[in-house]
């Protein structure tokens, strides 16, 4: 999944063997120029729009992690609003 989101930037980062540079999750949301070129992208360009898009992708990722815990205290409060109701009519 790593590789299709890098592959799918703009088209002057295609020249990268993205599927060459082994990366976890975890290791593309913490990229930083200095592992860009160590991954051989040496074009400050290059670096600024892949660097770019993993901010976005960061803040998509933290987006859904508030999500999910507004979720998980929604559905906690609707298991507390069901056991006292329960707890009424019996």
Not at 55 to 68: G, H, I, M, T, W
Request: aromatic share 6%.
């Amino acid at each position: 999944k790593n590789l299709l989101w890098v592959s799918g930037l703009d088209a002057p980062t295609d020249q990268y063997q993205v599927s060459e540079w082994h990366l976890s999750g975890l290791d593309l949301l913490q990229l930083t120029s200095h592992d860009l070129e160590v991954l051989g992208v040496q074009k400050i360009g290059h670096q600024e729009l892949i660097l770019e898009a993993v901010e976005k992708l960061c803040s998509l990722v933290r987006e859904n992690a508030q999500l999910c815990v507004s979720l998980q205290c929604m559905s906690a409060a609707a298991g507390c609003v069901a056991k006292a109701f329960f707890l009424c009519v019996v």
